[in-house]
């Protein structure tokens, strides 16, 4: 459930992911700051969940992620999204091999 927030740009403080080309999350980040059309987000760490950089990301491509009220509804479809790979890369790693009989 999303939440009003009191910032003037609804968008600050959300959660998000972006995805790579095979579909694989490369980013996990926070909005913190709009400015103009870009938003500067606090990307944070795979391995232990610190924050370890800023990106700037273009208002556009913030407009067609999910967005997360919180890191933790952000967890809960990362975990998800890990299972749905799970899942089809099997059958992706089936299809390969029987291509190359």
Known sequence: MLKHKTSSDGLIGMWAHTFDDDGNIE??????RRSGDVYICKLYS??????????V???????????????EAM??????HKQQQQWR???????EALSII
């Open 27 to 32: 980013w996990q980040f926070q909005i913190i």
């Open 46 to 55: 795979w391995t232990n969940g610190r924050p370890a950089n800023y990106v």
């Open 57 to 71: 990301i273009p208002r556009n491509k913030i407009l067609g992620l999910q967005l997360y009220e919180s890191s």
């Open 75 to 80: 967890n809960v479809a990362f975990e998800k």
């Open 89 to 95: 890369r099997p059958a992706v790693d089936r299809a």
